[in-house]
Antibody, heavy 115, light 111 residues
């Protein structure tokens, strides 16, 4: 069974940084395009960032609200996906989901940005 | 690409059908010929779950009472007979062009 497990969510002050991790099991991680999607409290879903498989060029792409502040990366040897979040804003408060090309989803990790 | 769902709320009687529409601001036909329109379900307190991909393909484990149809810019999710476990929010999503975008969500509730 495919599973994704996120970690790293926390309470952080505006302007701070946080690094989220996602570990995959039962997943063909190496050949998968991986993404982060977030959901602000009581709101809908928003795509944050995507990284293609190395076979597809490893391209990284970001949603406009996080471009230049967030960095997505992967470690295929460890079946792990990361999201480095810098210059955090209150509007980044959300549950962050790791997803394998929107087919498989993790349970999410909560990020709260507040002073 | 802007995704617009209707209705935003859908009260349904158990055992009755339900239908949700989704319209995209431009065609979702990819240059390779496929149409990357998906439907996801989010039950209360749960992460999203893929139901339908590429317009009409049911994902693994999804009951056959769920079906998807449509083409170009207009798409529909149908539930043939609503069960209590179907309560939640349903999202359409386009993966034809990055950034992928979602509809606002349709809240399916039991009358």
């Amino acid at each position: 069974e495919e599973q994704l497990l996120e970690s790293g969510g926390d309470l952080v002050t505006p302007g701070g940084s946080l690094r989220l991790s996602c570990t995959g099991s039962g997943v063909n991680f190496r050949d998968s395009w991986m993404s982060w999607v977030r959901q602000a409290p009581g709101k809908g879903l928003e795509w944050v960032a995507r990284i293609k498989s190395k076979n597809s060029g490893g391209t990284k792409e970001y949603g406009a609200p996080v471009e230049g502040r967030f960095t997505i990366s992967r470690d295929d040897a460890k079946n792990m996906l990361f999201l480095q979040m810098d210059s955090l804003k209150t509007e980044d408060t959300a549950v962050y989901y790791c997803t394998r090309d929107h087919f498989t989803w993790g349970q999410g990790t909560r990020v709260t940005v507040s002073s | 690409i802007v995704m617009t769902q209707t209705p935003l709320s859908s009260p349904v009687t158990l055992g009755q059908p339900a239908s949700i529409s989704c319209r995209s601001s431009q065609s979702l036909v990819h240059s390779g010929g496929n149409t990357f329109l998906s439907w996801l379900q989010q039950r209360p307190g749960q992460p999203p779950r893929l139901l339908i991909y590429q317009v009409s393909n049911r994902f693994s484990g999804v009951p056959d009472r769920f079906s998807g149809s449509g083409a170009g810019t207009d798409f529909t999710l149908k539930i043939s007979r609503v069960e209590a476990e179907d309560v939640g929010v349903y999202y359409c999503m386009q993966a034809t062009q990055f950034p992928y975008t979602f509809g606002q969500g349709t809240n399916l509730e039991i009358k």
